[in-house]
Antibody, heavy 120, light 107 residues
């Protein structure tokens, strides 16, 4: 059974930092690309970042570029999101999501999400 | 950047057909994926690459993509289909784009 479990969410002050983790099981993590997607309270889905299976390609939404860093450790079957210079509008549930397919692929599995709250 | 436009809400009578649209410039040239999200839950993939259903998704869910509009159709709507539905594509800048979401209410 495919499972993605996020951790690391917390209440943090504006300007602070946080590192999210996503531990996966039930599939060969090292051959799949991964995304982070977030959802602000009462709002729609917003893509945050993408990382290829080998970490050779990384992409970011303009809203987080220069502040967030995506990474992975295939040996630990884990995906990470380092979030720096956090702002109130970064408050959201963050989902770890598996990408499946070659050309314009779909997200076929999602974690349960983890809440990040940025407030003073 | 590429924009996707979805109707805010759709109502459908129990057992009838719901049609959810996703508008984008020449969207027919892109692979469109659809996700269902119920309150307090993570999204679930219901249609991928325009018209393909993942295993476990009922045949009542179908998709199409033509011109500037992609469509998700829910036939014989059930109470359990009440949810927010999002379309998604990839932008040419290698970024993921989601539509704003459509809330489906089954009456």
């Amino acid at each position: 059974e495919v499972q993605l479990v996020e951790s690391g969410g917390d209440l943090v002050k504006p300007g602070g930092s946080l590192r999210l983790s996503c531990e996966v099981s039930g599939f060969t993590f090292s051959i799949f690309n991964m995304n982070w997607v977030r959802q602000a309270p009462g709002k729609g889905l917003e893509w945050v970042s993408f990382i290829s299976y080998s970490s050779s390609s990384k992409y970011y939404a303009d809203s987080v570029k220069g502040r967030f860093t995506i990474s992975r450790d295939n040996a630990k079957k884990s995906l990470y999101l380092q979030m720096d210079s956090l702002r109130a509008d970064d408050t959201a549930v963050y989902y770890c999501a598996r990408v499946n397919g070659d050309f314009e692929p779909q997200i076929d599995y999602w974690g349960q999400g983890i809440l990040v709250t940025v407030a003073s | 950047s590429y924009d996707l436009t979805q109707t805010l809400s759709v109502s459908v009578a129990l057992g009838q057909t719901a049609t959810i649209t996703c508008g984008g410039d020449n969207i027919e040239s892109k692979n469109v994926h659809w996700y269902q999200q119920k309150p307090g839950q993570a999204p679930v993939l219901v249609i991928y690459r325009d018209n393909n259903r993942p295993s476990g998704i009922p045949e009542r869910f179908s998709g199409s993509n033509s011109g500037n509009t992609a469509t998700l159709t829910i036939s014989r709507a059930q109470a359990g289909d009440e949810a927010e539905y999002y379309c998604q594509v990839w932008d040419t800048s290698a970024s993921v784009v989601f539509g704003g979401g459509t809330k489906v209410t089954v009456l």
